[in-house]
C-alpha cells in the first residue's frame, strides 16, 4: 500500500507569492491533517479535515487555508508568503478522526 | 506557548548506553503518542498511551504515561546507531484526538 503522498518535495517561492500544497492521502483514508514544522516552533497542527469538511482548525492566520476533496486528497494554499512561512508542511492521513496518523515526507517550503 | 516541554533537547552517547527522554506538561492529555522523525521523512508513530501509570514497552524502548496524564517518558536500554532520530511527544485531548499538540522534541544520536 502506498503512503501518503505530498507534492512537490521542495519549493522556493518570495514574499507576497501564494503556493499550494497537495497531499494524497494513503488510499481508504478519508481524514488529513496538516502540520508545519519549524526549527523554533516544532510542529504546529494547521488543520484538519474529513469528508471534505474541516474538523479543527490550529492557531495560524487566515493566510492559511485548506481543502478536502471528494477524492480525499487535500491541498492547503498559503497567500502573501512571509518569510516566515519557511517550513517543512507535513501532511498526515487517517483511516478517520482520532485514529493514528501517517504523515508524508512533507514539502520543505523556502521562502526569499 | 509551547505546553509539552521535552528534556534533554539534544543527546549524544555512545552505542550501548541506556538513556531517558523526559515530555513534561502542565496540561492533561486524554494520550500521549511518542513519534520518531529522521531527516528528510515525516514523524512515525512509535506508541500509544492512554492510562494514568501505563507502561508500554516495545523492543528495547519503554514508555511510561505518568499517574496525572501530564508527563511521560521513554527509556531506551543498550541504544544502536539505528535509535538515531528525533523523538517526539505527542498529546492529544478529548474530542479533538487528531489536533495533536507536540512537544518540542530530543535529537538522539547513537555513535559507535
Known amino acids: 500500500k502506498a503512503g501518503v503522498t505530498q507534492t512537490p518535495r521542495y519549493l522556493i517561492k518570495t514574499r507576497g507569492q501564494q503556493v499550494t500544497l497537495s497531499c494524497s492521502p494513503i488510499s481508504g483514508h478519508r481524514s488529513v491533517s496538516w502540520y508545519q514544522q519549524t526549527p523554533g516552533q516544532g510542529l504546529q497542527f494547521l488543520f484538519e479535515y474529513f469528508s471534505e469538511t474541516q474538523r479543527n482548525k490550529g492557531n495560524f492566520p487566515g493566510r492559511f487555508s485548506g481543502r478536502q476533496f471528494s477524492n480525499s486528497r487535500s491541498e492547503m494554499n498559503v497567500s502573501t508568503l512571509e518569510l516566515g512561512d519557511s517550513a517543512l508542511y507535513l501532511c498526515?492521513?487517517?483511516?478517520?478522526?482520532?485514529?493514528?496518523?501517517?504523515f508524508g515526507s512533507g514539502t520543505q517550503l523556502s521562502v526569499l | 506557548t509551547q505546553l509539552l516541554e521535552q528534556s534533554p533537547q539534544f543527546l549524544s552517547i555512545q552505542e550501548g548506553e541506556n538513556l531517558t527522554v523526559y515530555c513534561n506538561s502542565s496540561?492533561?492529555?486524554?494520550?500521549l503518542q511518542w513519534y520518531r522523525q529522521e531527516p528528510g521523512e515525516g514523524p512515525v508513530l512509535l506508541v500509544t498511551v492512554v492510562t494514568g501509570g501505563e507502561v508500554k514497552k516495545l523492543k528495547r524502548l519503554t514508555f511510561q504515561f505518568g499517574d496525572a496524564r501530564k508527563d511521560s517518558s521513554l527509556h531506551i536500554t543498550a541504544a544502536q546507531p539505528g535509535d538515531t532520530g528525533l523523538y517526539l511527544c505527542a498529546g492529544a485531548r478529548t474530542g479533538t484526538a487528531s489536533k495533536l499538540t507536540f512537544g518540542t522534541g530530543t535529537r538522539l544520536q547513537v555513535t559507535l
Open positions: 496540561s492533561v492529555f486524554s494520550s
Open positions: 498526515a492521513s487517517s483511516t478517520g478522526p482520532a485514529k493514528r496518523l501517517f
